[in-house]
């Protein structure tokens, strides 16, 4: 599989826009890049605003669209085309760059930990058998639920949130910060916290999972971002995880050129975000079960 190598100007121009859009460097291509896929959505809600139907919704556009239409003008002007361009825009990374980098991941674990790997395999052929992966199916499969909030835990893929802004004056242990501060949550220090998780710096599913083996909601777990500018795109992405990641196991065993030893799990890059190293991978086609024989 291959990777793009990405650099700490993202992160950089993330954490101090008002300096460094002074400064030249390749970060401004960045914004180049978004200033063109802005126009790309605007040009399409263009195209869907000419043949809106609010009774048959055609997508997440059209259903903003909608809820323009009948929110109106308020005071907030919370619903209206330059918050639908930016959410659309949100959603198109929450379910892509960072959805595939986090399979990436997945695999890659998977392949050095074949034991976790095994306790996959057999919770998918108990639960769901060959019968297509349906989301709700996460309820009834823990092992495999826990998996994947290890793997955005120990993979870290967004390991800085977007700047926020305070809307009103807060003290913070004993900081006092006035209204309109911005700050940058950083997201990894928490999913690195040897108070929060026994052995952070290992990959372990038994991070979220209690004595029973029942799956276990732990509030430090923040790769969507924290507060009430969470991530829009946090349950598609969660979908897609879920349906991907089950699926392939389920018809695929996968397997490392390498010995597990030899393979490394430390994320490259640290630009805006974490991406797994390179690697090799094989695929082998899953035979049925003995019953389903």
């Known amino acids: 599989m291959k990777i793009y190598k990405t650099s700490n100007w993202p992160m ?5 826009p008002n300096v460094l859009k002074y ?30 139907d609010s009774n048959n919704p055609r997508d997440f556009i059209d259903c903003f669209l909608t809820k323009i239409e009948k929110e109106g003008k308020t005071k907030a002007d919370i619903y209206n085309t330059d918050t639908l361009v930016m959410n659309t825009m949100i959603m198109f990374f929450g ?36 019968c297509p992966p349906n989301f709700e199916d996460r309820f009834k499969m823990p092992y495999t639920d826990a998996l994947i909030h290890e793997v955005q835990r120990f993979g870290d893929v967004v390991p800085l949130a977007l700047p926020h802004e305070l809307t009103m004056d807060t003290e913070i242990r004993n900081y ?62 969660l979908m897609e995880l879920f349906i991907f990641i089950t699926t392939l196991l389920q018809n695929f065993t996968i397997k490392s050129p390498v010995s597990p030893e030899k393979i490394s799990v430390t994320a490259v890059g640290c630009g805006l975000g974490h991406v797994p190293p390179t690697f090799e991978i094989c695929l082998t086609p899953r035979a049925c079960s003995q019953e389903e024989q």
């Open 23 to 52: 400064i030249p460097g390749p970060h401004h291509k960045m914004m180049e890049n978004f200033s063109f896929m802005a126009d790309y959505i605007r040009k399409k809600m263009e195209i869907n605003m000419k043949t809106l």
């Open 95 to 130: 379910g892509t760059e960072t959805v595939s980098a986090t399979v990436r991941f997945t695999l890659l674990l998977l392949m050095k930990y074949p034991s976790i790997a095994e306790k996959v395999y057999n919770e998918i052929d108990n639960v769901i058998g060959r």
């Open 176 to 237: 006092k910060f006035k209204k309109g501060t911005f700050f940058t949550p950083v997201l990894t220090g928490v999913h690195n916290d040897e108070t929060q998780f026994k052995n952070p710096e290992n990959f372990d599913p038994k991070n979220f999972l209690d004595e029973n083996g029942k799956l276990m909601k732990n509030e430090s777990l923040m790769p969507f971002s924290v507060g009430k500018r969470i991530c829009p795109g946090k349950s598609l992405a």
């Open 12 to 16: 950089l121009y993330n954490i101090y």
